[in-house]
C-alpha cells in the first residue's frame, strides 16, 4: 500500500488555515491599507500532486512552483497595442512586468490586479472548494480567468496569452514527455503526460507525480492552441504570430529539452471601458490516486 499520509495532512492543514486565518488578515489588513504578503500564494492547489503556488512578493517576480519549490511553471502574458507585458511568470526575461496593484487571497479565489494606467487587468484562480459538496471538491482543477479593461478612456487591441509546462506530470524535469490535444464538447484539451506512465510507482515528500496527465483547456471558439517549446511559443506571441499550425511533433523528450507547453492565445480585439475576460482550466488526471491493498483505486471525483 502506498503512503502519502505525511504530504497529504501539511497541505490539508495549509488549506484549512488559509480558509480560517488568511479571510480574516486580509479584511484587518486592508482596514489599515497595509500590503498583504502571505509567505506563498496558492494558485493551483487542488491535492498534493497538482499545488502550485506563487512564493513571490509580486506574480511576475520568479517562476510559480509546486509546494516541493520545484518549478511547475505557469505562463501569462498580455499584449496592449504591440506592446508585451508579463502577467505571470518570469519569462520572457526581457518584456516589462504590468505592474501588479494589489492581491487578495480568499477560500476558493486568489485574485491578482495589475494596471498600467492604459488597462486593468485582473487575473483570478478559482477552484470550487466546496466542503458541503463533495463532487465539486474532489475535481483536480483550477478556472483561471483573466479580465481586461481600458481606464484612460480609449480603446485598446489586446490579446493574451497562457501557458501550462509538461513539468506538471514529472518527479524529475529530465524524465520524457509525450502529449496530444483532443476536442471536450466545447473546449479544446490538451494534454501531456510521462512516456513511463508509472502509475503508483513511488512516493515521497520530495516527490512530485509523473504519471496521469497534465490538461490545459480553454472554448474552440474563442482560443488558438498550441503544443510546442515554450521559447519559440512565446516569441511567436511576443512578434504578434499566429502560433504554429501543427502541434510540435519532436516527441518523446525531456521536459526540460526545449520545454513543450500548452498553450492557448486569445484574441480580444478593441478593448474599452467595458470588461472583456477569458478562461483557461488547468487539470489533472491521475487515473488511479492511491493502492488500497494491492488494489488501485480511482480518484473520488472519478469513482463512478
Sequence with gaps: MKQHTAPRLRICAAALFCALVIPANTNRLLASEKPFRPPAVPL??????LSIWSEADRLTDDVTRH?????????????VDGKLRRLMGKNPAGAPALPQ???????????????????????TFLRPALPDDLDALALPLTYLTCEVRSVDGNEHTVSLYDSTSSQLAVNQPGEKVEWAREAAGKLTALRSGTVTQGILGSSGDDHRINWGYAYAAAPAQQAKAAIGAEGELIAAFAANRDLPAQDDTRMPRASNDA???MAFVFDLGAVG????????????????????????????WRRN
Design 67 to 79: 509546494w516541493t519549490r520545484r518549478e511547475h511553471p505557469l505562463v501569462s502574458l498580455i499584449r
Design 273 to 300: 471601458a467595458r470588461a472583456v475576460s477569458r478562461q483557461v482550466i488547468v487539470a489533472y488526471d491521475e487515473i488511479y490516486a492511491i493502492k488500497y491493498f494491492g488494489q488501485k483505486l480511482r480518484p473520488y
Design 101 to 123: 496593484t494589489n492581491l487578495q487571497v480568499l477560500p476558493t479565489r486568489t485574485i491578482y490586479d495589475f494596471e498600467d494606467g492604459q488597462v486593468h487587468c485582473t487575473l
Design 259 to 261: 520545454p513543450p507547453v
Design 44 to 49: 493551483v492547489t487542488c491535492d498534493p500532486y
